[in-house]
Structure formats: structure tokens, C-alpha cells
């Protein structure tokens, strides 16, 4: 039996359209022979060996046909004009056969590959396709559109609304791509599309919160803006769903979000931005920045690439957009929201230089930030990351309700802060302050806001 190759590891956003592409094309090319010519035959065994290679990762493959478009586990795949004409004869097999997406088992042998071209030649030269779905196949699942497979046996229902999840934030980063080529070609942006992936994104906020912002960690690890981009704007939404805000109003957050960042990506001074990490001289640039927090930064002796990433994008949420005179209040409060996000995802996605861990970059945007964050702003952004930032209601562990007392700049005490428990209506305890740790307890969940909801002039826009 051949032996498995090593784990392949897509490292960027490039490269995992180009195994996209390659996979697609090997796929589409293999079955258009499986018709003429059996598996054994020497015409089609060279394709099947390499459509085995590259499938053969050490994990499990999915690809998915969705709006006419392809997805391999999950990321959309960009063809160029190479790819166009093998990738409309997958489409085509696919409406043929009835499936949206197949799978591929990650210990799947050779043996099953070729078997199930066999059976695909079988079945398409002699019978009718949905025989072919109902066989059972080794490794090999075949998803029928609008439902499950028929013999996924250990698909899960609950594994449906990651898939949904992951799918709904695949098509949002496509469609981001999409906008920044309509404008790049002086054409007017498609804000439609946009706008009806943020609806949805919303509704996934509220029921999904951890998996999304699962997405948005992993995605953070590659180097793409359209990522960056889609992160700003869901770290947004999750953050107006823990202001309270109503689904109209952080529409328009995100979408304040989204043309910011996408105003930085055309202007000249994103791109001498860009140039100051290639120069070096990081701290005279810094110096000549005209912002009041700085000198509280410099004076801390924070690092000056961080230091510039913060202020950067702090400045370009407040000017990117805005560039005249008359911005009104409700944008003025919206950039200030969205600065916090986006300096986030400035300090931990690896834009332009080494990114911070997302501890270390929480941490330094209270121990930094403070000075220029709205506090309501960076207590929400806080409680989005599951911290417990001064203020914050707590339910403990034993039932009793608490709020967050005092705290270090660390952010091991936010994690783990001291907290004042309510008194009770019998009066039995007054306020008692301790470390839940220290009694053997924990921070269930951060409780909803009571009377300190941020009631700015932009929520009622």
C-alpha cells in the first residue's frame, strides 16, 4: 500500500486558493475521464494518483458547491481563468448527481478512490444518478442538496450551524474582496450583499457568540486585510449585541466599520503607513504624530511598532471615513467603538510585522488605551473576549450575584479579579470582597448591563 504523505499546512490565504484550485481542477479532470476509461486504465490512473495526493492531508476534506461557487472546507476558493472551464464541469457533475458537497475521510486509501470512480462510471453510463447516492461507498460521503447523506451515519445535527457559521463568514470575506475590485475599477460598491451577510452575521452573533469568535481567531492567523476586515466587523456586531443595541443600529455600526476600513485601504496615508515599518524609524514617525495619548504611551516604554499600530488604528477609524468638516456625532461615537476592535485586530493579525498574542494585546489596550477609549466601549469589547473588566455584574458560582471590584493592568487579573458581593435582602452580608479563586469559586457569567448602558447620540441614528 502506498504510503501517506506528510500533513500539508495552508500558511496563507494565496496558498490555500491555489490547493483549492489544484484540487478542484484534478477532481473535475478525473471524473470527465471516469466515464471513457476504467480506473485501471492507464490514461485515467496517473489523475487518480494525483487527486489521491492531494487529498491525502492527514485530515478530513470537504468540497462544497454553494451560489455557484466552490468552498474546500469551508474557504472560498478564487479561480482564475486556468481553472474556469474544469471547475463548470464539476458544477455540472455536481447538479447531475444531485449533491452540493463530498467528502473525503482522511485515512481514505487509494483502493476507495478508484473504487468509487468505478462506481461513478458504472452508474452514470448504465443508471440513473440516484442509485449512485444510495450506495454506500468507503471514505467517501456524498451530501444530497437540501439535506444530509444518506449514509453519514455519524453526521451530527449539531454539527449544521458551524458549517452555516463558517459558510456565511466565507461569502462575507468574498464578497469584501468583490467591493475593494469594484472600487479599485472606479465602479460603484455593492453595499446589498454586504448588508445581507451582516443581517446574518448578527443573528449568528446571538445565538453563536463563541463559534464566531472562534472564526474570527483563526482566521486572524493569516495574513489577508479582507480577514482583517471581516473581523473588525463582527468583533462590532458582538459588541453592540453586548451594549443592547437594536439590529438597526449596529447594522449601521458595521457598516460604519466596514467603510472605514475599506476607506484606508486607498489612501495615501495607509500606504506611507505601510512604508513606515519598511523604513525603521519607527519612533521619530511616532513623535510627529499630533495626538495627545501618545506621550503616555512613549513614556511607558511600549514597543514602538505596537505603539504606531494602536495610534494608527485608532486615527484612521476617526479619519478615514470623515474627512470634512461637519461629521456628525453619531459617526463620531461609532469610529470611536469601532477603534477598539480594530486596534485589536491590529495588534494581533500579522498585517505588517510580528502580531502580539491575544492576551498580551488585551492587555495592552487597557493598560494603554484607557487614556482615549471610551470606557462603556472598551468594558463591552471586554465582555465579548469572556473578561470581567471594573463594574462589570458576575454571577457566581454558588448563585450569588457580584460585581468586578478592583484590578491590575494584567490581564491574569482580568481574567481572575477580585469581586464585591451584592447584599443580600436579609442583610446577612454587606458588600464582602474577595478573589473568587481564594473561596473555591468562579465566574459563571458576566451579567447584563443595569443602568449602565451607553445611551450615546450615534444609538439613536
Wanted: net charge neutral; charged share 25%; hydrophobic share 40%.
Amino acid at each position: 500500500m502506498k504510503t501517506r504523505p506528510v500533513e500539508v499546512q495552508i500558511k496563507s490565504f494565496e496558498e490555500g486558493n491555489f490547493f483549492g484550485r489544484m484540487l478542484i481542477k484534478r477532481l473535475a479532470k478525473v471524473l470527465q475521464l471516469a466515464i471513457l476509461y476504467q480506473s485501471e486504465n492507464e490514461t485515467v490512473k496517473r489523475p487518480i494518483e494525483e487527486l489521491w495526493h492531494s487529498i491525502a492531508h492527514g485530515k478530513d476534506l470537504r468540497i462544497k458547491l454553494a451560489d455557484g461557487r466552490f468552498f474546500v472546507d469551508g474557504e472560498f476558493v478564487r479561480l482564475n481563468y486556468n481553472a474556469l472551464t474544469l471547475a463548470e464541469s464539476l458544477k455540472e457533475t455536481f447538479d447531475k448527481l444531485g449533491i452540493s458537497e463530498i467528502h473525503f475521510d482522511a485515512n481514505m486509501k487509494m483502493s476507495s478512490l478508484k473504487d468509487f470512480f468505478s462506481r461513478y462510471q458504472r452508474y452514470m453510463t448504465n443508471q440513473k444518478a440516484e442509485s449512485f447516492l444510495q450506495e454506500s461507498m468507503e471514505s467517501i460521503r456524498l451530501i444530497p442538496k437540501g439535506g444530509s447523506s444518506r449514509n453519514d451515519a455519524s453526521l451530527k445535527t449539531e454539527g449544521a450551524p458551524h458549517e452555516e457559521v463558517l459558510q456565511c463568514f466565507a461569502r462575507f470575506t468574498v464578497s469584501i474582496d468583490h467591493m475593494v475590485q469594484q472600487t479599485l475599477a472606479n465602479k460603484e460598491p455593492a453595499f446589498f450583499s454586504l448588508r445581507r451577510e451582516i443581517q446574518h452575521l448578527w443573528g449568528y452573533g446571538l445565538e453563536h457568540k463563541t463559534l464566531l469568535l472562534g472564526i474570527t481567531q483563526r482566521t486572524s492567523l493569516k495574513r489577508n486585510l479582507n480577514y482583517y476586515i471581516a473581523n473588525v466587523v463582527v468583533l462590532t456586531l458582538l459588541m453592540a449585541q453586548e451594549l443592547g443595541c437594536s439590529k438597526r443600529t449596529a447594522l449601521y455600526l458595521a457598516m460604519q466599520a466596514l467603510t472605514h476600513d475599506l476607506g484606508r485601504m486607498f489612501l495615501d496615508d495607509f500606504g506611507d503607513e505601510q512604508q513606515v515599518f519598511e523604513k525603521g524609524a519607527l519612533r521619530e514617525a511616532i513623535e510627529k504624530i499630533p495626538f495627545s495619548a501618545l506621550q503616555v504611551l512613549i513614556a511607558h516604554d511600549f514597543h514602538p511598532e505596537n505603539i504606531h499600530r494602536m495610534v494608527c488604528a485608532f486615527e484612521s477609524q476617526r479619519g478615514a471615513a470623515f474627512k470634512g468638516e461637519g461629521t456628525p456625532q453619531s459617526a463620531l461615537w461609532a469610529s470611536e467603538l469601532v477603534a477598539i476592535p480594530a486596534t485589536f485586530c491590529r495588534l494581533t493579525m500579522p498585517l505588517h510585522c510580528q502580531p502580539l498574542p491575544s492576551a498580551n494585546a488585551i492587555g495592552a489596550i487597557v493598560k494603554y488605551g484607557g487614556t482615549y477609549f471610551d470606557t462603556i466601549f472598551l468594558t463591552a469589547f471586554l465582555r465579548v473576549m469572556g473578561l470581567y473588566p471594573v463594574g462589570c455584574p458576575v454571577l457566581l458560582s454558588d448563585g450569588k450575584v457580584a460585581w468586578v471590584e478592583r484590578q491590575t493592568d494584567e490581564p491574569s487579573a482580568i481574567e481572575d479579579p477580585e469581586v464585591r458581593v451584592e447584599p443580600l435582602a436579609h442583610g446577612a452580608q454587606t458588600g464582602e470582597v474577595f478573589r473568587p479563586t481564594s473561596r473555591g469559586l468562579h465566574i459563571v457569567r458576566a451579567l447584563p448591563y443595569r443602568g449602565a448602558t451607553a445611551t450615546r447620540d450615534f444609538m439613536l441614528a
